[in-house]
């Protein structure tokens, strides 16, 4: 049988050894898996939990910042720390829609067209500069992140599962650069914008970093199986009405934004409840309380919104505007406990 539909059927059998509730084994293996990024992306922990927190919510991360930072780094060594199918596909102005999904080539001998399976086809895609391809290129990605399939020629390949992209991007005002569509941006789960290590982690880099890179001996902590048990578990996790309530009042509070001209999706709010699940996983927790929506909320939303003319000369960001909504939405008081 396909090892990518043996992957799906450990992901949904409910036989699978793996507990209903996050418990010891859910904490040891995220543990594992943050502290092997630890080892080798230095002093961004956050991050490195947002990251994690993304794969269990089995969306798609993109990571934004300047060159130089670790934003390639992180995702690489999150691939390594998983023993699955991992590609890595360098986005270019000449890359073509097919050189990311496949193509189907025609067979001499067998006198039949063949598909040829493209990078696409992995269980975590790292997409290194997604925004020096062009519109055309990246759009080849929105059928594959939303509906976990590829259609070639009127035939549709499932992707394995988990599946996953990380990609990477510099900011828009950089030279040679196309912004992605507010489609595609919608599409990934959350954002992270990597930023500076302070000084010390920056000093332990130069110590650390000079004469071997500690992505090298990154060996996997965690297995495919482990992985689908974990996201089995979090979607076990429980949400009360109340907190439902809150997260559907801070997507209404942002399309009523006077300085927004795009509010929050309602992909994007059943995207937040998913990552809040996770981060309380995380925690320890089987159940979301309204400050697991909260710590998530800007690196969920902020890179879906749109401002208006006078926000942006006023200086606002999507990140104070989410912050503006998260002060002014009452937050929800009475959360159910199964």
Same mark, same amino acid.
């Given at each position: 049988?396909?090892?990518? /539909?043996?992957?799906?059927?450990?992901?949904?059998? =409910?036989?699978?050894?793996? =507990?209903?509730?996050?418990?010891?084994?859910?904490?040891?293996?995220?543990?594992?898996?943050?502290?092997?990024? #630890?080892? @080798?992306?230095?002093?961004?922990?956050?991050?490195?939990?947002?990251?994690?927190?993304?794969?269990?919510?089995?969306? $798609?991360?993109?990571?934004?910042?300047?060159?130089?930072?670790?934003?390639?780094?992180?995702?690489?060594?999150?691939?390594?720390?998983?023993?699955?199918?991992?590609?890595?596909?360098?986005?270019?102005?000449?890359?073509?829609?097919?050189?990311?999904?496949?193509? *189907?080539?025609?067979?001499?001998?067998?006198?039949?067209?063949? +598909?040829?399976?493209?990078?696409?086809?992995?269980?975590?895609?790292?997409?290194?500069?997604?925004?020096?391809?062009?519109?055309?290129?990246?759009? *080849?990605?929105?059928?594959?992140?939303?509906?976990?399939?590829?259609? @070639?020629?009127? /035939? !549709? $390949?499932?992707?394995?599962?988990?599946?996953?992209?990380?990609?990477?991007?510099?900011?828009?005002?950089?030279?040679?650069?196309? =912004?992605? =569509?507010?489609?595609? %941006?919608?599409?990934?789960?959350?954002?992270?914008?990597?930023?500076?290590?302070?000084?010390?982690?920056?000093?332990?880099?130069?110590?650390?970093?000079?004469?071997?890179?500690?992505?090298?001996?990154?060996?996997?902590?965690? *297995?495919?199986?482990?992985?689908?048990?974990?996201?089995?578990?979090?979607?076990?996790?429980?949400?009360?009405?109340?907190?439902?309530?809150?997260?559907?009042?801070?997507? %209404?509070?942002?399309?009523? $934004?006077?300085?927004?001209?795009?509010?929050?999706?309602?992909?994007?709010?059943?995207?937040?409840?998913?990552?809040?699940?996770?981060?309380?996983?995380?925690?320890?927790? #089987? +159940?979301?309380?309204?400050?697991?929506?909260?710590?998530?909320?800007?690196? @969920?939303?902020?890179?879906?919104?749109?401002?208006?003319?006078?926000? !942006?000369?006023?200086?606002?960001?999507? *990140?104070?505007?989410?912050?503006?909504?998260?002060?002014?939405?009452?937050?929800?008081?009475?959360?159910?406990?199964?």
């Amino acid at each position: 049988m396909d090892v990518q /539909h043996n992957i799906a059927e450990v992901a949904d059998d =409910p036989r699978s050894a793996a =507990p209903d509730v996050p418990g010891a084994g859910f904490h040891e293996i995220s543990t594992r898996i943050l502290d092997a990024i #630890d080892t @080798v992306i230095d002093g961004k922990p956050e991050a490195a939990r947002l990251a994690l927190t993304v794969l269990l919510a089995q969306g $798609h991360l993109l990571l934004e910042d300047v060159p130089g930072v670790g934003k390639t780094m992180l995702a690489k060594t999150l691939a390594r720390t998983i023993d699955c199918t991992v590609n890595r596909i360098q986005f270019t102005p000449d890359l073509l829609p097919s050189d990311v999904t496949g193509v *189907s080539i025609f067979n001499q001998d067998s006198r039949r067209f063949e +598909f040829r399976r493209g990078p696409v086809f992995a269980n975590i895609v790292i997409g290194d500069e997604i925004n020096r391809a062009s519109a055309k290129t990246q759009s *080849s990605l929105l059928e594959c992140m939303e509906e976990h399939q590829v259609t @070639v020629d009127g /035939h !549709t $390949h499932p992707l394995g599962a988990p599946f996953m992209v990380v990609a990477t991007q510099n900011p828009i005002e950089m030279e040679g650069t196309y =912004p992605l =569509p507010e489609a595609q %941006r919608d599409r990934f789960m959350a954002r992270i914008s990597m930023g500076y290590p302070d000084a010390r982690a920056e000093a332990d880099m130069l110590e650390t970093h000079q004469s071997v890179s500690p992505l090298e001996a990154i060996r996997p902590v965690a *297995s495919v199986a482990d992985i689908a048990g974990m996201m089995r578990q979090v979607r076990g996790v429980y949400v009360s009405p109340a907190v439902k309530d809150y997260t559907v009042s801070i997507g %209404r509070a942002t399309r009523e $934004h006077p300085r927004l001209r795009l509010g929050a999706s309602p992909r994007s709010l059943l995207q937040l409840l998913r990552a809040a699940k996770a981060g309380a996983a995380l925690e320890g927790r #089987d +159940f979301v309380l309204p400050d697991d929506i909260a710590a998530i909320a800007d690196a @969920v939303l902020a890179h879906r919104l749109l401002l208006d003319r006078k926000a !942006t000369s006023a200086g606002d960001t999507a *990140s104070t505007i989410v912050a503006d909504v998260l002060a002014r939405v009452p937050v929800a008081r009475e959360v159910q406990r199964r």
